[in-house]
């Protein structure tokens, strides 16, 4: 008898021990929304702040949280903000070239639009903004302010960075894209939105392949005594990868006025009409066909005008529609 009972204690506390493990188990482990993982929703964990420093136009900027109330002040970073899914962190937005991108129409209609041009410092301060974001000339004399005196009243800005080097690049416009992705914590974004814009430059230039003698390349702006044409610039690589050459890249500026004289000298067989306000591209074009200094011209001669929207080459996400734009303009056989 003494055998059997103790033999019975013995399987119960086998049993307990078992039961004391697993609950000690379930205390233990953590769920997915403890550990950082996916929740049960689905909807992932935002990672953890950490300082960013950043280095732009001889500046370090150090940010120790993301910017709440973000203002652009240009389209071409409107779309590469929207583009990153930053709306709900943005207090306003300024100065459109044209038509936003569809498919970030939405996203840009429910934000404050500030001004049809820059705004006034007064009206900037008025949107309370603790970051700003834009081209060069946007803080200049006739922007909303200087860096410093921004940063004087709490506003970090952060300047397009192909807009104040000397020669632009689509390596700039992804550190942009990049950065913009570190101080508002979206860095995943960030990088899969850059490796899809090199995917889709390789995959254009697959199709140019590499001409033999690249295409003369004359990029119009405006202008009727002299002709105003883009020199060292994004656009001049951009007609590069695109199978040309632009005839001004010896230009020491971004962008320039030169004579007739020199356009006819240089004799483009492709030129590029940028297109913006007024007058309209048709008006260019008829202008250009109109002068007879011209006439002679192998693109005028030729017929040959390839019509770009002036938004898709600034820099920011529009720049691979740019690319394919000019490519399968200078070269439409290779893209039927």
């Known amino acids: ?29 953590k769920s997915p929304a403890a550990s950082g993982d996916t929740p049960q929703n689905g909807t992932p ?7 960013v420093t950043i280095e732009n136009m001889g500046r370090t900027l150090t940010f120790k949280e993301a910017p709440k109330r973000a203002v652009s002040l240009n389209q071409h970073t409107t779309e590469i903000m929207l583009s990153l899914g930053l709306e709900k962190s943005m207090v306003g937005t300024a100065y459109m070239d044209d038509e936003i991108l569809p498919e970030l129409k939405e996203k840009y209609t429910a934000i404050p639009v500030l001004a049809d041009k820059y705004p006034s410092l007064e009206v900037l301060l008025g949107a309370e903004p603790d970051f700003v974001y834009g081209r060069k000339s946007a803080f200049a004399e006739k922007g909303v302010g200087t860096v410093e005196a921004l940063k004087e009243k709490g506003i970090e800005a952060y300047v397009s960075k192909g807009t104040y080097v000397p020669f632009g690049t689509l390596e700039d416009v992804y550190e942009d894209i990049s950065n913009i992705g570190r101080i508002f914590n979206v860095q995943a974004k960030a990088d899969a939105l850059v490796e899809s814009m090199k995917a889709k430059v390789k995959e254009i230039q697959l199709k140019v392949g590499k001409p033999e003698k690249p295409l003369r390349v004359f990029a ?33 500026k971004g962008w320039a006025k030169v004579s007739w004289e020199e356009v006819v000298k240089r004799d483009p067989e492709v030129i590029l009409i940028f297109d913006y306000d007024k007058p309209s591209a ?3 074009i008829k202008f250009l066909q109109s002068l007879p200094a011209l006439a002679n011209v192998t693109a005028i001669k030729n017929n040959k005008f390839v019509i770009m929207p002036l938004s898709d080459v600034f820099e920011g996400v529009r720049n691979t529609t740019a690319l394919e734009k000019m490519a399968t303009g200078f070269y439409p056989e290779k893209f039927n």
Not at 239 to 250: E, H, V
């Open 45 to 51: 964990k935002t990672a953890a702040y950490s300082p």
């Open 282 to 284: 048709a008006e260019k």
């Open 1 to 29: 008898m003494k055998r059997i009972l103790a033999n019975t204690i013995s399987s119960l506390l086998f049993v307990c021990s078992l039961l004391l493990l697993a609950a000690c188990g379930q205390t233990t482990s």
């Open 220 to 252: 119009f702006d405006s202008g009727q005594d002299t002709a105003y044409t883009a020199g060292k610039s994004l656009s001049t690589e951009l007609i590069q990868l695109a199978g040309g050459k632009n005839i001004f890249d010896d230009v020491e």
